[in-house]
């Protein structure tokens, strides 16, 4: 028969072996609910790409630059017409 501290010894080899296993198996299984988690809760969210936010920013960029020149006409068509009316 084993001496009681030969028992634990071993039982402590035994557990130790297992026990860095099942830390592994739950921090695997931690960061992979956690990366559901996080892209569950970013589906939600209304966000959008960087690329599509540099194009829709290019175009309202366009989109000012259209309106600006379209103010500008506009104002010289009233000037004119204020013109005509003198």
Known sequence: ???PHEFF???????????????RAAREDFEQHARAAVSSALARLDLVTREEFDAQSAVLQ???????AL??????LEKMLAADKD
């Open 1 to 3: 028969m084993k001496a």
């Open 71 to 76: 103010e500008r006409q506009v104002a010289e």
């Open 9 to 23: 010894a071993q039982l402590q080899d035994q557990v130790g072996r297992v026990v860095p296993d099942m830390a």
């Open 62 to 68: 366009r989109t000012r630059e259209k309106v600006d």
